[in-house]
């Protein structure tokens, strides 16, 4: 599997349908596994935070989830045709575990999200077995209960909706005692559950989504200086030795 380096962050080479056919593999065989979605503002909070850096280059899988990140593995060569987003990882591997007849968990959101977006998800996918849900609102000292509680239900598949960092540090901290494949996948239930309106399918295919989000939600101008931000810290790196693509075995 190739993979590229972008300001540090591993990001890897594969596109929606090899990430799903290698997250539900790994669910099959009963592995533990943590999958990132990597974004821009990831990359850059990355800039400032080792210990996540590090949780992001170990994931068993770091996929690309935004435009910006997209933008620059294509110019540095790498074969990546488009973005992995939450929302659709979410909907392809609930598509496939209701077919291979796997549960999954939803954990984070606000009181009420993760319920909501867990209906939504078995009325769009028949049979999909949901071992339960939780929303985000617990202590730092009841993770590992919370982390037991999902190996109780018997998931083999945990979307964790916390945002970054904190469901990275929780997956990386916890997933040994939770028993199954992790995958972070920031506010995803708020667009399953239709919380949130998701931008059509125009804006996505453009990779405007965070002007859309601007422009609905003007009090999240601070999220989107990431952007410009991610931008210039490329274009520093541009000016040094390029980093060169790796290959990994797969």
Not at 96 to 111: E, F, I, T
């Amino acid at each position: 599997m190739k993979t590229l380096d972008i300001l540090g962050c591993r990001v890897d080479a594969i596109d929606a349908d090899e990430a799903t056919a290698r997250i539900m593999a790994l669910a099959r065989e009963h592995r533990t596994a943590q999958i990132v979605t990597l974004g821009t503002e990831m990359v850059v909070h990355a800039q400032r935070d080792e210990r996540f850096r590090a949780i992001v280059n170990a994931a068993t899988l770091s996929l690309c989830d935004t435009v910006g990140v997209l933008a620059v593995a294509r110019r540095r060569g790498m074969p990546l045709t488009a973005r992995v987003t939450g929302v659709e990882l979410v909907e392809r591997l609930c598509a496939d575990a209701a077919s291979n007849d796997l549960p999954v968990y939803l954990l984070g959101g606000a009181p009420g999200v993760a319920a909501e977006a867990a209906a939504a998800l078995r009325a769009r996918f028949p049979g999909l077995r949901v071992a339960g849900t939780r929303d985000g609102f617990f202590r730092d000292d009841e993770a590992a209960s919370v982390a037991a509680e999902v190996a109780g239900s018997g998931a083999r598949v945990l979307f964790v909706g916390m945002g970054f960092p904190r469901q990275e540090y929780w997956l990386a901290e916890h997933l040994a005692q939770a028993r199954c494949v992790g995958v972070g996948v920031g506010g995803s239930f708020d667009v399953i559950a239709d919380r949130i309106t998701r931008a059509p399918r125009v804006v996505r295919r453009l990779g405007v989504e965070w002007l859309y989000r601007l422009v609905r939600e003007p009090w999240r101008w601070r999220r989107q200086l990431a952007l410009p931000h991610f931008v210039w810290l490329i274009v520093l790196d541009e000016l040094r030795p390029r980093r060169t693509q790796k290959n990994t075995a797969a």
